[in-house]
Protein backbone atom coordinates (compact mmCIF):
# COMPACT_ATOMS: atom_id res chain seq x y z
CA UNK A 1 0.00 0.00 0.00
CA UNK A 2 0.91 3.79 -0.25
CA UNK A 3 1.19 3.86 3.25
CA UNK A 4 1.69 2.83 6.70
CA UNK A 5 -0.99 0.47 7.45
CA UNK A 6 -2.16 -0.98 11.15
CA UNK A 7 -4.86 -3.35 12.35
CA UNK A 8 -7.08 -3.24 13.67
CA UNK A 9 -7.75 0.56 14.45
CA UNK A 10 -9.93 -0.27 17.59
CA UNK A 11 -9.44 -2.72 20.09
CA UNK A 12 -11.45 -3.26 23.14
CA UNK A 13 -10.09 -6.08 25.64
CA UNK A 14 -10.90 -7.31 29.12
CA UNK A 15 -7.72 -6.63 31.42
CA UNK A 16 -5.54 -9.63 31.78
CA UNK A 17 -6.33 -10.75 27.89
CA UNK A 18 -3.34 -10.96 25.66
CA UNK A 19 -3.20 -8.34 22.66
CA UNK A 20 -1.50 -8.74 19.61
CA UNK A 21 -1.13 -5.19 16.97
CA UNK A 22 -0.09 -5.08 13.74
CA UNK A 23 2.39 -3.22 11.70
CA UNK A 24 2.44 -3.22 7.61
CA UNK A 25 5.00 -0.35 6.71
CA UNK A 26 5.81 1.58 3.67
CA UNK A 27 7.65 -1.31 1.55
CA UNK A 28 11.32 -0.18 1.32
CA UNK A 29 11.17 1.49 4.45
CA UNK A 30 13.83 -0.20 6.55
CA UNK A 31 13.44 1.55 10.12
CA UNK A 32 10.29 0.81 12.00
CA UNK A 33 9.19 2.71 15.23
CA UNK A 34 5.97 1.69 17.89
CA UNK A 35 4.95 4.43 19.79
CA UNK A 36 2.06 5.27 22.04
CA UNK A 37 0.15 7.89 23.07
CA UNK A 38 -1.93 8.03 26.49
CA UNK A 39 -4.74 10.33 26.99
CA UNK A 40 -3.45 14.45 27.46
CA UNK A 41 0.66 12.79 26.94
CA UNK A 42 2.68 12.92 23.95
CA UNK A 43 4.50 9.88 21.87
CA UNK A 44 6.13 7.71 23.77
CA UNK A 45 9.06 5.86 22.47
CA UNK A 46 8.50 1.62 22.74
CA UNK A 47 10.54 0.12 20.59
CA UNK A 48 12.54 0.85 17.39
CA UNK A 49 13.52 -2.00 14.19
CA UNK A 50 16.10 -0.93 11.63
CA UNK A 51 16.92 -3.22 9.33
CA UNK A 52 18.72 -6.91 10.53
CA UNK A 53 20.11 -5.30 13.61
CA UNK A 54 18.80 -5.98 17.00
CA UNK A 55 15.91 -4.15 17.84
CA UNK A 56 16.39 -1.08 20.43
CA UNK A 57 13.84 -2.20 22.99
CA UNK A 58 14.64 0.98 25.50
CA UNK A 59 11.06 2.52 25.72
CA UNK A 60 9.06 -0.94 26.38
CA UNK A 61 7.27 -0.36 29.73
CA UNK A 62 7.60 -3.69 31.48
CA UNK A 63 8.04 -7.38 29.94
CA UNK A 64 4.55 -7.65 29.09
CA UNK A 65 5.58 -5.67 25.96
CA UNK A 66 7.09 -7.33 22.98
CA UNK A 67 7.46 -6.76 19.23
CA UNK A 68 9.01 -8.80 16.32
CA UNK A 69 9.42 -8.07 12.64
CA UNK A 70 9.34 -10.66 10.50
CA UNK A 71 11.25 -10.63 7.09
CA UNK A 72 12.25 -7.00 7.78
CA UNK A 73 8.68 -5.96 6.98
CA UNK A 74 5.80 -6.46 9.17
CA UNK A 75 5.78 -5.97 12.63
CA UNK A 76 3.85 -6.85 15.49
CA UNK A 77 3.49 -5.37 19.08
CA UNK A 78 2.11 -8.22 21.85
CA UNK A 79 0.82 -6.81 24.76
CA UNK A 80 0.49 -9.68 27.80
CA UNK A 81 -2.16 -9.63 30.39
CA UNK A 82 -3.25 -6.10 29.47
CA UNK A 83 -3.82 -3.86 32.19
CA UNK A 84 -6.22 -0.66 32.41
CA UNK A 85 -3.17 1.71 32.07
CA UNK A 86 -2.11 0.02 29.00
CA UNK A 87 -5.19 2.04 27.41
CA UNK A 88 -3.77 4.16 24.69
CA UNK A 89 -3.17 5.08 20.83
CA UNK A 90 -0.38 2.83 19.97
CA UNK A 91 1.17 4.48 16.45
CA UNK A 92 3.62 2.53 13.98
CA UNK A 93 6.08 4.54 11.82
CA UNK A 94 8.64 3.68 9.23
CA UNK A 95 11.36 5.61 7.38
CA UNK A 96 13.21 4.32 4.60
CA UNK A 97 16.03 4.91 7.26
CA UNK A 98 16.91 6.49 9.92
CA UNK A 99 19.59 9.07 10.03
CA UNK A 100 19.82 12.55 10.00
CA UNK A 101 16.48 15.04 8.88
CA UNK A 102 15.03 11.65 7.43
CA UNK A 103 11.26 11.74 8.38
CA UNK A 104 8.94 9.27 9.47
CA UNK A 105 5.34 8.26 8.50
CA UNK A 106 2.85 7.01 10.68
CA UNK A 107 0.11 4.98 10.64
CA UNK A 108 -3.73 5.75 11.98
CA UNK A 109 -2.97 3.83 14.67
CA UNK A 110 -4.56 1.45 16.41
CA UNK A 111 -6.90 2.30 19.88
CA UNK A 112 -6.55 0.09 22.58
CA UNK A 113 -9.48 0.20 25.67
CA UNK A 114 -8.63 -2.12 28.03
CA UNK A 115 -11.78 -2.68 30.30
CA UNK B 1 11.50 13.33 31.84
CA UNK B 2 10.61 15.16 29.18
CA UNK B 3 12.91 16.32 26.71
CA UNK B 4 11.16 18.26 24.39
CA UNK B 5 7.93 20.33 25.92
CA UNK B 6 4.79 22.08 24.88
CA UNK B 7 3.71 24.10 27.12
CA UNK B 8 1.22 25.47 25.77
CA UNK B 9 -1.98 22.30 24.90
CA UNK B 10 -4.28 24.51 23.07
CA UNK B 11 -3.49 27.77 20.92
CA UNK B 12 -6.70 29.59 18.97
CA UNK B 13 -5.86 32.01 16.02
CA UNK B 14 -8.37 34.13 13.67
CA UNK B 15 -8.39 32.95 10.27
CA UNK B 16 -6.03 35.01 8.06
CA UNK B 17 -3.55 36.09 11.74
CA UNK B 18 -0.73 34.31 12.74
CA UNK B 19 -0.09 31.14 14.14
CA UNK B 20 3.23 30.70 17.03
CA UNK B 21 3.07 27.35 18.20
CA UNK B 22 6.21 26.83 20.79
CA UNK B 23 8.22 24.23 21.81
CA UNK B 24 11.38 23.88 24.46
CA UNK B 25 13.99 21.14 24.69
CA UNK B 26 16.34 19.84 27.52
CA UNK B 27 19.03 17.90 25.20
CA UNK B 28 21.45 19.85 23.59
CA UNK B 29 22.38 16.80 21.18
CA UNK B 30 19.36 16.90 18.79
CA UNK B 31 20.65 17.40 15.53
CA UNK B 32 17.20 17.92 13.55
CA UNK B 33 14.03 19.37 14.85
CA UNK B 34 10.94 18.00 13.28
CA UNK B 35 7.17 19.19 13.74
CA UNK B 36 3.83 16.83 12.82
CA UNK B 37 0.28 17.92 12.39
CA UNK B 38 -2.18 15.28 13.96
CA UNK B 39 -5.91 16.05 12.51
CA UNK B 40 -8.37 13.26 14.79
CA UNK B 41 -8.37 10.01 14.39
CA UNK B 42 -4.94 9.67 11.97
CA UNK B 43 -1.67 9.67 12.46
CA UNK B 44 1.13 12.53 12.84
CA UNK B 45 2.10 13.84 9.26
CA UNK B 46 5.16 15.43 9.06
CA UNK B 47 5.05 19.41 8.38
CA UNK B 48 8.96 20.93 8.46
CA UNK B 49 12.42 20.26 10.14
CA UNK B 50 15.15 22.21 10.41
CA UNK B 51 18.95 20.98 11.01
CA UNK B 52 20.14 21.78 14.25
CA UNK B 53 22.63 24.37 12.49
CA UNK B 54 20.08 26.65 11.09
CA UNK B 55 17.95 29.00 12.32
CA UNK B 56 15.36 29.16 10.32
CA UNK B 57 13.40 27.18 7.70
CA UNK B 58 10.90 28.21 5.64
CA UNK B 59 8.14 25.96 2.92
CA UNK B 60 5.14 28.30 1.79
CA UNK B 61 3.09 29.51 5.10
CA UNK B 62 5.34 27.23 7.82
CA UNK B 63 8.84 28.43 8.80
CA UNK B 64 10.43 27.33 11.93
CA UNK B 65 12.43 29.15 13.85
CA UNK B 66 15.37 27.77 16.10
CA UNK B 67 17.10 29.84 19.23
CA UNK B 68 20.15 26.59 19.99
CA UNK B 69 21.14 28.93 22.92
CA UNK B 70 17.55 29.59 24.27
CA UNK B 71 17.03 25.74 23.57
CA UNK B 72 13.49 26.75 21.88
CA UNK B 73 11.95 26.43 18.47
CA UNK B 74 8.80 27.63 17.21
CA UNK B 75 6.32 27.58 14.17
CA UNK B 76 4.98 30.66 12.51
CA UNK B 77 1.92 29.48 10.10
CA UNK B 78 0.71 32.65 8.18
CA UNK B 79 -1.88 33.53 7.21
CA UNK B 80 -3.76 30.77 9.14
CA UNK B 81 -6.42 29.07 7.52
CA UNK B 82 -9.53 26.80 9.01
CA UNK B 83 -7.86 23.41 7.29
CA UNK B 84 -4.61 24.32 9.76
CA UNK B 85 -6.91 23.76 12.88
CA UNK B 86 -5.15 19.89 14.21
CA UNK B 87 -2.66 19.05 17.09
CA UNK B 88 0.88 19.90 16.50
CA UNK B 89 3.80 18.01 17.76
CA UNK B 90 7.29 19.04 17.89
CA UNK B 91 10.25 16.46 17.90
CA UNK B 92 14.31 16.60 18.49
CA UNK B 93 16.33 13.77 16.58
CA UNK B 94 19.08 12.49 18.92
CA UNK B 95 20.53 10.09 16.22
CA UNK B 96 18.28 6.70 15.46
CA UNK B 97 15.97 8.35 18.34
CA UNK B 98 12.88 10.96 18.19
CA UNK B 99 11.29 12.95 21.07
CA UNK B 100 8.07 14.22 20.96
CA UNK B 101 6.12 16.97 22.77
CA UNK B 102 2.56 16.81 24.19
CA UNK B 103 1.35 18.42 21.31
CA UNK B 104 -0.60 21.91 21.40
CA UNK B 105 -4.27 21.84 19.63
CA UNK B 106 -4.78 24.72 17.02
CA UNK B 107 -7.89 26.29 16.40
CA UNK B 108 -8.26 28.25 13.77
CA UNK B 109 -11.46 30.16 14.00
CA UNK B 110 -13.15 31.14 10.59
Known amino acids: GAGVSQSPSNKVTEKGKDVELRCDPISGHTALYWYRQSLGQGLEFLIYFQGNSAPDKSGLPSDRFSAERTGGSVSTLTIQRTQQEDSAVYLC?????????????FGSGTQLSVL | DQQVKQNSPSLSVQEGRISILNCDYT??????FLWYKKYPAEGPTFLISISSIKDKNEDGRFTVFLNKSAKHLSLHIVPSQPGDSAVYFCAGQDGNQFYFGTGTSLTVIP
Open chain 1, 93 to 105: ASSYRAVFGEKLF
Open chain 2, 27 to 32: NSMFDY
